[in-house]
């Protein structure tokens, strides 16, 4: 019953722009996205989330489109503390994960 | 910055044998949450708690598992009688409301079921 789809794994190079996708087709009109990211074992950690306009953040921005069909995270400089898994969430009651996208930065 | 906090770190225990998992969150949160992950699997849902009552249950929190808040600033997960598909990380999160709020997580406690 997922509600999201991420590609599995992207590489991304320090310092550089990373894009994460997420597809969300069956979006309703008051759900949010939201995105979370957890490095190795560590509790999952928010990023951001938004309803339909591009939101921005001291971590991320998030870009939805016009549809809210899909969206992306984007990382605006990444570094190798950035290597996560990175999840994104259409909430509806409660935040329930997927499988994510481990992106892993590379030197 | 304010966080969750979750003792212990390790928890192992005999199955069979009943554990309770603990967590303090942020202290104006109101929605109180428990989440579980098996090695190399996603984080699941177990639970959300709010007002002394549980609001909404995965399939996983079947009748082993029970929540409770016992006073002001605890938020516990018990589970009556281990089993060794128990084995996980455990997670606590709080947040402050459930409609456009986020989730706080502790560190999570790892049981070990042996």
């Known amino acids: 019953d997922a509600k999201t789809t991420q590609p599995t794994s992207m590489d991304c190079a320090e310092g550089r722009a990373a894009n994460l996708p997420c597809n969300h087709s069956t979006i309703s009109g008051n759900e949010y996205v939201y995105w979370y990211r957890q490095i190795h074992s560590q509790g999952p950690q928010y990023i951001i989330h938004?309803?339909?306009n591009n939101e921005t953040n001291e971590m991320a921005s998030l870009i939805i489109t016009e549809d809210r069909k899909s969206s992306t995270l984007i990382l605006p400089h990444a570094t190798l503390r950035d290597t996560a898994v990175y999840y994104c969430i259409v909430k509806d009651n409660d935040m329930r994960f997927g499988a994510g996208t481990r992106l892993t930065v590379k030197p | 910055e304010p966080e969750v906090t979750q003792t212990p770190s390790h928890q192992v225990t005999q199955m069979g044998q009943e554990v309770i998992l603990r967590c303090v969150p942020i202290?104006?949160?109101?929605?109180f949450y428990w989440y579980r992950q098996i090695l190399g699997q996603k984080v699941e849902f177990l639970v959300s708690?709010?007002?002394?009552?549980?609001?909404?249950k995965s399939e996983i929190f079947d009748d082993q598992f029970s929540v409770e808040r016992p006073d002001g600033s605890n938020f516990t997960l018990k589970i009556r009688s281990t089993k060794l598909e128990d084995s996980a990380m455990y997670f606590c999160a709080s947040s402050v409301g459930t409609l456009r709020e986020k989730l706080f997580f502790g560190s999570g406690t790892q049981l070990s079921v042996l």
């Open positions: 938004g309803l339909k």
């Open positions: 708690f709010y007002n002394n009552e549980i609001s909404e």
């Open positions: 202290s104006n949160h109101l929605y």
